[in-house]
């Protein structure tokens, strides 16, 4: 079947034009001539019609081929030009040649212009096939740039459409996104080439349109996850679109699924007012576009669960963060009740302590004073009648003397220390040596370093600690030898007591007793800290560490 051929013939020789027409025929073309010999006879047939080779003579009365050739380079077009000439020089053909001429042939010498046709008809098919394949390059890397410096695939969809439509030179592109919520695709971008408006109208009339998997074009590529070519949109079972199709005089489509592992996130169309059939290489070209919008659109979319995933789990840590607080809350004020709850365990025992003592003072010694002075009574009446009975009396008198004496220690054991005139250094002093007097034992105490003012408060529970801790090794311990030392470091102040009684129980221990639960209670609410330990076998070290900088006076 012969190869049509549309030859724009610039020659003012009817023959001469048959001829040419004759040669190209017999070369196994069906040339469609048209001929032309003047200027503006040229600009005409360049302006409307589509030619796929100029042939010209290159003399002409009123015109000549050098002219013809520049007037074809003006329009841009990328076609053969071959000239033909009767009287032609080497130095006129190399001119010719050199002005963009693709070549020559003598007039006596025809036959070899059937070749030089197919030959340059080759070397065009070939520029052309290499422009559209770097034209197609440059639209990858250009949307491989837009999709690099885009954060969403809306963001980036409508260049992208305009680099295919200039590209591929269609008329209309769209960009369909499967929907994260259901199981539709939704448009995403639609654009058209120059100035159409029934284009634009296609354009504006799918925006709110979907298709669910196998409805419509793209539905179909959905589906079935493959290229689908239309050559004719007439016969395309499409119910939302194919009025809309006819009114925008849209004859051919094509559509492209955007997989990403194995998964199918988008559809790419492509439209032409023309015919067109299946172009391999178009799909080439959209499978390497597709393949970077399909990882777009899925790191888009891991992205945006991750961002659902931070959001949710922002407000479950505001959620727990306000529980926490208001737990902590509840926490601070079950620490404020319970420091409360333990000073007025404190104050009652001092209280209790007090009432003891002077209970001790005023109503038992009272009693022992009368005692004491009934009982001298009778021994000197005894002892006037001469009775045998008078040295009992006198031991019991002693007796009673002794109680009342130990009554009295006790009471100002008891009794609270006024600290106003009294440093902890002199109390605890005074406590060694009251307890040395009481219990008959050895007790001392040591320190060696000056301390800094402390808070009345801190005196008084630091003291009431060390008194609690010789009680316990004397009564409960049945120490002999008791050390009080006081000892100032740089951020703290260090009480020790220690014996070589009985080891006193841990503070951990659910058999500890009330004396020593007070003296923990009391390092609490000073802030100090308070250990015990045994001392191998035999002895006790009762350490209690009260912090500097809280308890210094301001």
Known sequence: MSQSLKVLIVEDSENDALLLQLELERAGYNPLCHRVETHRQLESALSEGDWDIVIADYVMPRFNGLEALAMVKEHQLDVPFIVVSGHITDD????????????????????????????????????????????????EHAITRLLAGAESIEQAAAAILEVLLESLGMDVATLWVRDSDHPVLQLSAARYQGRSEAWQRFCERQQGLSFASGAGLP??????????????????????????????????????????????????????????????????????????????????????????????????????????KAANAKLQNSIAERKRLETELLEITEKERRRIGLDLHDDLGQKLSGVALMTKGLELKLTKQKAPEAQDVAKIHTLIHQAMNHASDLAHDLATLEFAQRDLPSALDDLAGRARELFSITCRFKSEDPLPPLEPAVVSQVYKIAQEAVTNAIKHGKAKRVSIGLANGDDKLTLTVQNDGLPFPDLRSHSTGMGLRIMNYRASLIGASLDIRAKGHNGTLVTCSIPLETNKRE
């Open 219 to 324: 539905g179909r590529a959905w589906q079935e996850r493959r290229n689908i070519w239309v050559s004719d949109l007439a016969g395309l079972e499409d119910a939302q679109r194919s009025e809309l199709l006819a009114q925008a005089g849209l004859l051919s489509g094509a559509s492209f699924p955007i997989q990403s592992g194995g998964a199918v996130l988008g559809v790419l169309e492509l439209f032409a007012a023309r015919q067109m059939n299946h172009d391999p290489v178009v799909d080439n070209m959209i499978l390497a576009i597709g393949s970077e919008l399909g990882q777009f659109i899925q790191r888009q979319k891991v992205e945006e669960a991750l961002r659902r995933a931070h959001d949710e789990l922002e407000m479950r840590v505001q959620q727990r963060t306000a529980e926490l």
């Open 92 to 139: 006129t053909a190399v001119a010719a040649m050199k002005a963009g001429a693709h070549d020559y042939v003598m007039k006596d010498n025809l036959a070899r212009l059937g070749s030089a046709v197919e030959r340059e008809l080759r070397e065009t098919e070939l520029r052309h096939e290499r422009k559209r394949a770097e034209k197609r390059l440059a639209a």
